[in-house]
């Protein structure tokens, strides 16, 4: 039975030139000499790099309200296309490029610009918003691949090198712009909202200038290799301050090769909730990550960690914080054990752990109303969402017109419709067909509150 949603109310959130004469000649340096003092390690990373560089073009579809004119004849509402711009770097000598998730965010069309110039339309291949990466291919052949490093051991104060264009065609040249620092700091955890959605841990900071449409360009070491993906500023003013970050190299590989085989990221889970408070949002040699709750039947639960243990490292990472746990998490793979030291009464104690996938991947759903992605609440996703109620039917994919409509969010959880519990997601439609056309009651949990919202069904 399909039906159609009717809006009632909605919840709310420079070279010389010339030849010189031969007695000229003996007094100026030869081409190669001029060459070999100006060549630094600096010249010689960006010469390795930089024709790897693209600019990344995107347009984006913005609903704008009518204007007077247009409302007095009953418009409401248009469109209009919103230009956007990024940078990013080829890993594979088919087009295959990393950058970042925020650039391409919500883009209707995407094309790359080669550094002689030359444009393609580009598809998006597969996008991670929790790690701000993406990566995206153009129908190209034999380009140059940028040459990709470690970022595990960086030392603080080498050079770092950002490469990217910050002004794409404004500037009239399509070759990328450099800005030269040093590595100022790494392992950095950013609490503060940048210039994408993602989550900013464990990330490389530097003082080489990264302003807006550097994001997704590759930040490279004196060797010429490139050790991360620029990603965000922190400015008062919009602007570059000396501090850039930029997600390292090693979790961006990572990321890559998952979105390039599944077209998603398998999101590494043990199933423990780490305890937030002050001493395990600050570090200490001592602090460790309180374990606040295991979830029942997880991997971490078989291998013995209980509520109130503290983990104090995950394979050669010392955690001394919350923060350490969530970018130890992001390093993980889906199907490795992970060696964990765990302290308990005061004695550490050797562990491993299996790494899964999050228990939303293998949970049953269901869509309806043709837009809405139900997933059934289990005791597994229950305890990694520190959802309260017992049961229900957890929001998994929703469309933007169920948003603006319904005002239901990813991550929601559906537990009555009018009087009728829902006990899981294909209850739901169960519901709702038996309810038939007419007004709905629908009330959910969010951030552990009731919320309801209506509309109608035609």
């Avoid at 100022?184 to 990330?203: H, W």
């Avoid at 050797?350 to 049953?364: F, G, H, K, R, T």
């Avoid at 959880?413 to 056309?437: C, F, H, K, M, W």
Wanted: glycine share 10%; hydrophobic share 40%.
């Amino acid at each position: 039975m399909r039906f159609g949603i009717a809006l009632l109310s909605a919840a709310t959130i420079v070279a010389c030139e010339g030849t010189p004469s031969a007695s000229s000649a003996q007094t100026l340096p030869s081409s190669e000499a001029i060459s070999a003092s100006r060549r630094t390690a600096i010249t010689d990373a960006v010469a390795r790099v930089a024709p790897s560089v693209v600019t990344v073009q995107t347009e984006v579809i913005e609903r704008v309200a009518a204007d007077v004119f247009e409302q007095f004849f009953g418009g409401r509402s248009g469109q209009r296309a919103a230009a956007g711009l990024g940078s990013g770097f080829i890993i594979r000598s088919d087009g295959t490029i990393v950058t970042n998730a925020h650039v391409i965010s919500g883009a209707s069309k995407i094309s790359v610009a080669l550094r002689d110039g030359t444009t393609y339309p580009a598809k998006l291949l597969g996008s991670d918003e929790a790690n701000d990466l993406a990566v995206i291919k153009i129908d190209a052949k034999n380009l140059p691949v940028a040459p990709l490093g470690s970022s595990s051991k960086l030392i603080v104060g080498e050079w770092a090198i950002a490469i990217g264009n910050p002004y794409g065609f404004l500037l009239a040249n399509s070759e990328p712009s450099v800005t030269a620092g040093v590595v100022s700091g790494t392992g950095r955890n950013l609490a503060t909202e940048s210039e994408g959605a993602g989550v900013y841990v464990d990330m490389i900071q530097t003082d080489a200038s990264i302003n807006p449409g550097n994001s997704g360009g590759p930040l490279v070491n004196a060797a010429g290799e490139v050790i991360g993906v620029n990603s965000s500023i922190f400015s008062p003013s919009g602007g570059s301050i000396g501090l850039g970050f930029a997600i390292p190299i090693n979790r961006a590989k990572r990321v890559a090769d998952d979105l390039l085989a599944h077209g998603v990221v398998r999101r590494p889970w043990i199933g423990i909730q780490p305890q937030l408070t002050a001493r395990n949002t600050s570090s200490g040699p001592s602090a460790g990550v309180t374990v606040a709750s295991v979830v029942p039947g997880s991997p971490a639960a078989r291998a013995g960690i209980r509520a109130g243990d503290v983990l104090v490292r995950s394979r050669e990472r010392v955690l001394h914080n919350a923060y350490d746990w969530f970018a130890e998490l992001l390093e993980l793979r889906v199907g490795e054990r992970v060696n964990l030291t765990v302290r308990r009464n005061g004695h550490d104690m050797p562990m491993q752990v299996s790494v899964e996938d999050l228990p939303d991947v293998n949970a049953p759903r269901v869509t309806v109303l043709s837009e809405l992605e139900l997933l059934s609440v289990t005791p597994a996703i229950r305890g990694e969402r520190q959802i309260r109620s017992t049961q229900g039917a957890l929001v998994g994919k929703v469309t933007d017109r169920i948003r603006t409509q319904i005002g239901l969010e990813p991550g929601d959880v559906i537990v009555q419709i009018n009087r009728t519990p829902v006990t899981d997601a294909p209850s739901v439609e169960r519901i709702l067909n038996a309810y038939g056309r007419g007004i709905i009651r629908l009330y959910f949990e969010r951030g552990g509150q009731i919320y309801s919202t209506e509309f109608g069904l035609q």
